[in-house]
């Protein structure tokens, strides 16, 4: 499956963006989905990810609250919609999809990968 992520941006601190991970292919609805984010001179982390049907989520710690992952079946699309975004938020953003039934938390793990699209926060 090819994957296309979208929404970066340049934003001040406490501002919203909301990231898309589109796919062209039907199967899409079948992956599982996850947002990564990678700073400089850091690993790649999950931020969020969610099951193929949307029933089950996680988030990592630091964005609960302030972000959201969902998907529409409709248009192959996920989406992370971040609000109160703060400087530490800065990094590039990947989607990668999974197909296996478990949720997957590490890097490693996913099959698919977007191209990556920089979120950068300014305090």
């Known amino acids: 499956v090819q994957l296309q992520a979208s929404g970066g941006g340049l934003v001040q601190a406490g501002d919203s963006l909301r990231l898309s991970c589109a796919a062209s292919?039907?199967?899409?609805?079948?992956?599982?989905v996850g947002w990564f984010r990678q700073a400089p001179g850091k690993e790649r982390e999950l931020v969020a990810v969610i099951s193929y049907a949307g029933g089950r989520i996680y988030y990592q710690d630091s964005v609960k609250v302030r972000f959201t992952i969902s998907r529409d079946s409709a248009s192959n699309t996920v989406y992370l919609q971040m609000n109160s975004l703060k400087p530490e938020d800065t990094a590039v953003y990947f989607c990668?999809?999974?197909?296996?039934?478990?949720?997957?938390?590490?890097?490693?793990?996913?099959?698919?990968w977007g191209q990556g699209t920089l979120v950068t926060v300014s305090s």
């Open positions: 292919e039907r199967t899409f609805n079948r992956y599982n």
């Open positions: 990668a999809a999974d197909l296996g039934y478990t949720l997957k938390y590490k890097a490693s793990e996913y099959d698919y």
